[in-house]
Each structure stands twice: as C-alpha cells, then as structure tokens.
C-alpha cells in the first residue's frame, strides 16, 4: 500500500499529502492506473482523520493526478500531455503552497497556524537588501572563519536593532546567533544540566519545550493570569522544583498576548533574586509594542538573558538573532555557540547588517506592526470580544472556545471549512486551555483573512452537535 513520507512538509496536513502523491506521480512511484489506498486506511497509517485524506485525494483529483470512481476507489490517472508554460510544475506547487492561493472551485484554505509576517512585506525587504548589499570585495574579507560573537560591525548592528526595540547594550554585549530560537537553546544549554528543571508559563510557545527536551531539561510549567506569569506561582515553582532558570516572554506573549506592566515585571525579577534564579526573556516581538514597559534585560542585567532576532520584524528566512547574556555567562555562551555552530554565518550576519544600517529593517517592522494593526481590527470586528485575547499591534489573536467545544474539535472542524488554526494544547506544558490560536499575518491578502475569520465566527455561532461529520 502506497504511504507518503510527510516529514519536512509544511502547511496544511491534506496538502501534504497531496504534494507527495504528486511527486510519488511524477518519480514514477505511482504508476497510472495504480489503486491508491482507501481513505480510512490512508488515515489510519498516517495518523490524520478520514476528513483529511478525502480532502487530499479531492486536491489530487482537481490537479489532475487521480480519478475516483463510486464503488471502485481513487486511481492515479494516465499520463496527459505536458503541463502549459504557464502552469509548470514548479508554479504550479509554487500556486498550491500559498496559504490563500484560490483553485478554479472557489475553495481555498486559509492557513492561520504559523505566526509569520506579512508575506508581501518580507518580500519587499528581502528585495530592497539584495539591491543593496556590497559588492565582491567585501564578500570575499567575509568568506573565512569570524569570531564566534560576530565580528565588530555585525554586533553593532545588532546593538542597534536592540536600542529600537527598547534594549540600549554596549556591543561588545551583544552574541550574534543564527535565530532566536538557537539563541534560546544555546542560553539553555550554557545555564543548564541534562536532568534540570525549567520553568516555563503554563501556555508557552512550542519551541521552548522543543529545546527542553533535547538538552534533557523538565519544563515546568507556572500560572498565569492576564499580565503574564504569577509571581507567587513562580516562587512556589521555584521551590518545588529547585530549577534555576525561567523562561518567559513579557511583550506580546505567544499565544495569549498577555504583557507585563512594569509591577508585574519587578516583581518577577525580586522572586528570581529570591530564589536566585536566571530569567530568559524573549522579546522577538518588542518591537511590536514601543510603549511597552521596560524589559526585564533593562531592570536587571546581571540576572536576565534577552534574546531578540529579525524573523519576525523582517523575514523569518533570514535566520538572524542577538542574545544579550549577563557578564557573567558571556563566556559560556560563546563556548556553547563555538561546540554546537562554531560561529554564526558572516553572510547572514552581513545581509542583516545592510537592512539594518540601511534602515530596510525598521521600515519593514513599522510597516509590519501597521498591517498587523489592521488585522487585529479585523478579527475584532468578526469574533467575540469576550472570547478573544488581542493587542492592537500583534500578529496573532487568542481565541477561547466555548464550554461545548473541545479544541480537538474545533480546530478539527474549522479545517474542514478551509481554515487551519493552531490548537491551544500545542502551547500547554499542563491542561488543554481550551482555545485555539489565530496567526493573523500570515494570509498575504487581508480577503483571504476576512474569509477565514467569518468561517471561524460562523462556526463558533454553531453548536457542535449541530455541525456534520467530516467525511
């Protein structure tokens, strides 16, 4: 039986599996003729619903690759002639992976699952600093081995981007790293041991745990309420669990949008000097909300590691991060990125150094934090006010489900109607929240947006019992 290795694909799961059987096709794995498996069965081996399979072998038979026949079962089709110039193969994959791409039905699906920045807007960056970058005699002085922090003019471009996003560092301060999330990790591995615990907020973005796990740390997770972690939650974590390192993100929390006033930020730091803890802050998204209290880096730079990067504000393909480390760690964390990634790419360090010096950069995150402000408009205007969880100028939105819906369900549900959403346990270290997460800025045209958010407030109107199976 025909099995499709989804691993390395992104997007919605039906669309993955549609791909693969259009490469399965075009390798000659498949053969015209061939029986594909049964929709049940397919599910089964792949882990996914019956719904998920039918919609997959639906897009397969719209692109032209299968045929069903009632009472027979889906058939690869045979060979047709050649693809037009206008639709090859490459624009036609290039077509199927826009998250808001329309097929000749009408239907489309709306992926809202992946918090990234305006498509069209990153486009434009990434355009406006390949226009701009220098010419062959700087890229050959960057061609050989750099220091393992960034050489002089790459830090000082990341001091830079710190002071705009509300972070004034020296740049000898500053560690250039390939992301944030490596940032994260290599903050992790220089603080901690295998067999460690890390305390991290009750809903916390995925990568965090991802990175606990593979040092062989325990996340442990602390209440929350609506300005962010608890600080007697915390103490008591702290105690229970004896960890000396706690992971949050006080601007624009990911996914609740909860952000710390400034009480609420000194009171975490005394509990962590209470209970001589080092805290790990994530702003990849400060720069969303310039009127933000202070960081926490700003109240307490001996005990706090700040971790900042352009994915968000720019381009989630240009892999840029700046970890700003207490004194007293810089050493260890420099050693960490020297055994793991022997230093950061010069290139992508230097590519970041024109967009920001340029000021393509700060142009792409003011028109970035814009856009987003009109999504959120948007999704107010359409959802629950008493169900949603937003900030004017965040990329995504909070949405509480209704006693009757369990996020399985829903998220389940919503994707059979076009529009995928990221359920709320794949952030949760302890209970199911009951909630989904809605990435606004992800669709590249707001119609497609608007189309999702009033699938998802029609759904949300509709009791679960009274909503069909998916088939």
Same mark, same amino acid.
């Given at each position: ?252 929390? $990911?996914?609740?949008? &909860? ?5 609420? /930020? @000194?009171?975490? =730091? %005394?509990? +962590? #000097? ?88 700060? $142009?792409?995150?003011? &028109? ?5 402000? /009109? @999504?959120?408009? =948007? %999704?107010? +205007? #359409? ?89």
């Amino acid at each position: 039986m025909w099995q499709p290795d989804l691993n390395g694909r992104t997007g919605p799961r039906y669309r993955a599996i549609a791909d693969a059987l259009a490469d399965a096709v075009a390798g000659g794995e498949l053969q015209p003729g061939t029986r594909l498996p049964t929709h049940r069965h397919l599910a089964e081996a792949l882990g996914v619903t019956v719904g998920t399979v039918t919609r997959a072998y639906t897009e397969a038979e719209r692109r032209g690759l299968v045929e069903a026949t009632v009472g027979r079962g889906t058939f690869v089709c045979a060979a047709t002639e050649p693809p037009s110039p206008k639709e090859t193969a490459f624009t036609a994959r290039l077509r199927a992976s826009r998250s808001d791409a329309p097929d000749p039905g009408g239907a489309a699906t709306v992926d809202l699952s992946t918090n990234l920045p305006v498509p069209g807007l990153v486009a434009d960056a990434l355009a406006q600093t390949a226009a701009a970058l220098p010419g062959p005699e700087r890229w050959a002085e960057l061609g050989g081995y750099q220091p393992a922090a960034g050489r002089a003019e790459h830090r000082e471009a990341g001091a830079a981007w710190l002071a705009a996003t509300g972070l004034p560092v020296d740049a000898e301060r500053v560690v250039a790293v390939p992301g944030t999330q490596p940032g994260l990790t290599l903050a992790l591995n220089a603080l901690c041991t295998p067999g460690d615990a890390v305390l991290v907020e009750a809903l916390t973005y995925p990568g965090v745990r991802a990175a606990a796990h593979a040092l062989g740390l325990r996340p442990v997770p602390v209440a929350m309420d609506g300005d962010g972690l608890c600080p007697d939650a915390l103490a008591e974590a702290a105690r229970r669990s004896g960890a000396r390192v706690v992971f949050t993100m006080p601007t624009l929390h $990911n996914p609740t949008n &909860a952000t710390m006033g400034e009480r609420r /930020r @000194r009171d975490i =730091l %005394a509990v +962590a #000097r209470d209970h001589d803890l080092t805290v790990i802050e994530d702003a990849i998204y400060a720069f969303l909300d310039p009127e933000a209290p202070a960081h926490l880096a700003a109240m307490d730079r001996e005990r706090v590691v700040h971790l900042t990067g352009l994915s968000k504000a720019v381009s989630p393909g240009v892999r840029v991060g700046y970890v700003v480390p207490p004194d007293a760690l810089h050493a260890r964390l420099i050693a960490a990125l020297r055994a793991s990634l022997l230093m950061t790419s010069t290139l992508t360090l230097e590519w970041a150094r024109v967009a920001l010096d340029t000021d393509i950069a700060g $142009n792409a995150a003011r &028109a970035q934090r814009d856009a987003a402000a /009109r @999504r959120q408009d =948007l %999704a107010r +205007a #359409r959802l629950p006010a008493d169900a949603l969880s937003t900030h004017p100028h965040s990329f995504h939105a909070w949405l509480k489900l209704p006693a009757a819906w369990s996020t399985a369900a829903f998220a389940q549900q919503a994707e059979a109607r076009g529009v995928v959403v990221s359920p709320g346990d794949a952030f949760a270290v302890g209970d199911d929240p009951r909630a989904v997460r809605l990435c606004l800025c992800a669709p590249e045209h707001e119609d497609a947006l608007v189309r999702a958010l009033d699938t998802l407030a029609e759904l949300l109107a509709t009791p679960p019992a009274s909503v069909g199976p998916v088939v």
